[in-house]
């Protein structure tokens, strides 16, 4: 299996497993955080299709970050998220307030799926910074959750002192500490963790059982409920609705951080020419073949972010040995995408039979985006899952063996990762 992962993917992947929801209502659909969080090769048992693509219109066919179908259940949720106030500064944002990227979560901090997600986002927003911000919303689920209420009073409180966000971390790192304990001794867990937070505990006493705020705090989440927000985490990703992976927060970090593409990449080559991609590494140059007639989509998107630098100074950033050598994601983290997707491409008539062999990354049958691997040796558990859109020349066959093995799982930087300088296009 060739996967792509980092402690990020594995902490916001955990909301795809389970969601807390309120008596009578139904669990939202859900699917295993491989699927959906990252490109890897998975097994496929699938008959490999055989597509017949033109070069035909402007731009090539691709799905773009916001372009996927919308089921009934998911318009419903999206309504119901139309109807929400718009972010201001009233509320707790988390990150660059002028972030491009905008993660609404509404949660109840005695709900277990909630604290991997929202720690998550918060890691992740240490990576990027400049990219993402996190705004939270309380939706307390007082049906199943005995201290729904007290514990968003807890961090509303602690929030009248400046330490909204402290207090945040407090109830969802120690979560399994108080979620059992009856109310009394909560709050006085709670008082004591605001002591070590350093807060006026008179005064977080006060706020804590502030009558106006608790009243104002149920009014809204009565509205909330009401109006078809019914789980938790509930996440919004620049006003849409998050479920699924979709819209793909990485996608969009790949648009935001790295320069990606919102649209779908023109159509760069010529149907009838044929064409070399030499690629410079720190271990050699590589020369590839690549399949213009097998695979037309994936040869136009490689050239494309080739002539657009896309792969410039990017790391293999997973090396197995007698496997692959995978590379095409700027961030090294093995989960950003260039911001669009396109079909799988693949042919009964090609074959991960030896070293050499070149082809897209991904995360299922027509998620191809910028990641891209070469076989180190035969694979053939690969056929037909994955789109071959190229091979090694016979001279550059040798440089195979000078890439650096890197396990990402295990890896804590980049020091002596084989990188690529830069990739020329060349045209016959």
């Keep these: 299996m060739l996967k792509k992962t980092s402690i990020l993917l594995v902490l916001i992947g955990v909301l795809l497993i389970s969601a807390c929801t309120p ?13 959906n969080q990252a490109e890897s090769a998975v097994d496929n048992e699938e008959e490999p299709n055989q597509p017949e693509i033109s070069i035909d219109g402007e731009s090539m066919p691709c799905s773009t970050v916001f372009g996927y ?3 009934e259940e998911i318009a419903q949720y999206q309504a119901a998220v139309d109807q929400q106030p718009p972010v201001t500064d009233e509320d707790w944002i988390y990150g660059n307030p002028d972030a491009p990227i ?4 509404y949660e109840d901090f005695q709900c277990p799926a909630c604290p991997s997600f929202s720690l998550g986002i918060k890691e992740l927003i240490k990576e990027y910074p400049e990219t993402i911000r996190v705004v939270f919303r309380h939706l307390p689920l007082p049906s199943i959750h005995d201290k729904a209420y007290i514990s968003s009073m807890a961090a509303e409180a602690a ?4 330490k909204f966000w402290e207090m945040h971390d407090v109830l969802y790192i120690n979560q399994a500490a108080w979620t059992n304990l009856p109310e009394k001794e909560f709050v006085d867990w709670v008082i004591s963790q605001a002591d070590s937070l350093g807060l006026d505990i008179e005064r977080f006493e006060e706020d804590l059982y502030d009558e106006e705020v608790r009243a104002e705090l149920e009014s809204t989440n009565l509205r909330q409920l009401a109006g078809g927000l019914n789980y938790t ?25 790295y320069d990606g593409y ?28 690549l399949f213009v007639d097998e695979a037309p989509m994936a040869v136009n998107s490689f050239v494309f972010l080739a002539q657009e630098g896309w792969f410039d100074d990017v790391y293999f950033h997973r090396v197995v040995e007698d496997f692959v050598a995978q590379a095409g994601d700027p961030s090294g983290l093995g989960v950003v995408g260039p911001g669009y997707t396109f079909a799988s491409e693949t042919s009964n008539d090609l074959s991960f039979d030896s070293a050499g062999i ?3 990354a991904n995360a299922g049958v027509d998620t191809n985006g910028s990641q891209f691997f070469i076989t180190l040796a035969p694979a053939t558990d690969l056929d037909g899952g994955f789109t071959i859109f190229g091979e090694v020349t016979p001279d550059s066959l040798d ?26 296009i060349i045209e016959n």
Excluded: H
């Excluded at 998050?242 to 935001?256: A, H, K, T, V």
């Design 102 to 105: 905008t993660v609404v979560e």
């Design 159 to 162: 929030g009248e002192q400046g």
């Design 69 to 71: 179908p919308v089921s």
């Design 262 to 289: 919102e649209e779908c990449p023109l159509w760069v080559i010529n149907q009838d020419s044929s064409y070399i991609a030499r690629m410079d590494t720190s271990a050699g140059e590589i020369e590839i073949e």
């Design 358 to 360: 070149v082809g897209m």
């Design 233 to 257: 985490p509930f996440v919004v990703v620049n006003d849409r609705v998050w479920r699924n992976n979709q819209p793909n927060l990485y996608s969009l970090i790949g648009i935001y951080a």
């Design 23 to 35: 008596k009578a209502t139904e669990t939202p659909s859900s699917t295993s955080p491989e699927e």
């Design 399 to 424: 440089v195979l063996d000078q890439i650096a093995l890197r396990d990402p799982q295990i890896a804590v930087d980049f020091e002596d990762a084989t990188v690529i300088n830069g990739i020329e």
